[in-house]
């Protein structure tokens, strides 16, 4: 079946260096949209970024991903952590009929230290 | 931005009990979904509701389970009866649409609501 994997659980750096999470899929979708949502501390998942076009990168705040079709991957970049990007990554997948129904990664926790 | 609002965020119940769990979502949405989300394991999709009607519904969503938005009021989760393993934190979102390439199909999520089943 359809799935999405977030190798790493936590990843701990410090403020300033390069962040990478990685994630890769497996789905039967032709056309795919891929997601990366962020959970801080007492709040809600939000939308960080999504894609359905393969090799293309896509970037908001700070971050971008490129969906890589013939790699099944779309890992979550940025060039410079900074303390308040400490938070729940989550990786997710869908197809593009019913864009609501999410395959969720298991998440990576990313601590930025000072 | 866009709010959606849980309640109860935290329940506590013994086994066999109901429970109903409470989601507002944001005003001018459409599609409503529940997901479920284990402690250590990732958020797996439950339902989605749309019209009145569930529009699709995973194997988790057992027949102990039912939802409904009467009168545009709550859109609630109900299980009844609850089992040990309905443990979790239960996700509710919404969206304005259930897909487009612009950001209509985006998912709003709420807080959550942690239920521990005794």
């Known amino acids: 079946g359809d799935s999405v994997t977030q190798t790493e659980g936590l990843v701990t750096l410090t403020e300033g260096l390069p962040v990478m999470l990685n994630c890769t899929y497996q789905t039967i979708y032709s056309n795919p949209f891929l997601f990366w949502y962020v959970q801080h501390l007492n709040e809600s998942p939000r939308l960080l970024l999504k894609s359905f076009t393969d090799n293309k990168r896509t970037e908001h705040q700070g971050f971008h991903a490129t969906l890589h079709k013939s790699s099944s991957s779309f890992h979550l970049q940025k060039s410079s952590a900074q303390l308040s990007d400490s938070a729940l990554y989550y990786c997710?997948?869908?197809?593009?009929?019913?864009?609501?129904?999410?395959?969720f990664g298991q998440g990576t926790k990313l601590s930025i230290k000072p | 931005g866009p709010k959606v609002l849980q309640i109860p965020s935290h329940q506590i119940i013994d086994m066999g009990q109901m429970v109903t769990l409470n989601c507002d979502p944001v005003s001018n949405h459409l599609y409503f979904y529940w997901y479920k989300q284990i402690l250590g394991q990732q958020m797996e999709f439950l339902v989605n509701f749309y019209n009145g009607k569930v529009m699709e519904k995973s194997k988790l969503f057992k027949d102990q389970f039912s939802v409904e938005r009467p009168d545009g009021s709550y859109f609630t989760l109900k299980i009844q009866p609850t089992a040990l393993e309905d443990s979790a934190v239960y996700f509710c979102?919404?969206?304005?649409?259930?897909?487009?390439?612009?950001?209509?199909?985006?998912?709003?999520f709420g807080e959550g609501s942690k239920l521990t089943v005794l």
């Open positions: 979102a919404s969206s304005l649409a259930h897909r487009g390439l612009a950001n209509t199909g985006q998912l709003y």
């Open positions: 997710a997948l869908s197809d593009n009929y019913n864009q609501g129904k999410l395959i």
